[in-house]
């Protein structure tokens, strides 16, 4: 499997480009969460982020998925939703 490598120009034409999409989204208050591995020499991985969050800008999401992914990203580790378990606990004090 082949390594990235971005050269010194092309991570500043990424970051002129991402910088110009992120005042576009301040501008017209859009969330966004952009990452991008810009290099990996096999043992570990350079990336770029970049975050404009639903709460910094005082916008309600009613599925925040950005917020999902920073959690994530953060180091959290997503549990698969599961039914819930109803007990009777009548059942557990009499037999």
């Known amino acids: 499997m082949a390594n ?8 500043e034409q990424l970051e002129e480009y991402m910088t110009m999409i ?5 501008i017209h208050n ?8 810009i290099g990996d020499n096999g043992k570990e ?3 770029m ?3 404009h ?3 910094s800008i005082h916008v309600s999401l009613s599925e925040d998925r950005i917020r999902k ?3 994530v990203e953060a180091g959290f580790e997503p549990v698969p939703p599961r039914e819930n378990v109803t007990v009777d ?3 557990l004090y009499h037999g």
């Open 30 to 37: 859009i969330p966004l969460f952009f990452v991008a591995a």
């Open 53 to 55: 969050t639903a709460q």
């Open 69 to 71: 992914h920073v959690l």
């Open 22 to 26: 992120m005042e576009l989204a301040q």
């Open 45 to 47: 991985t350079d990336y």
């Open 89 to 91: 606990m009548e059942d």
């Open 4 to 11: 990235i490598e971005m050269t010194k120009e092309a991570k």
């Open 49 to 51: 982020q970049y975050l």
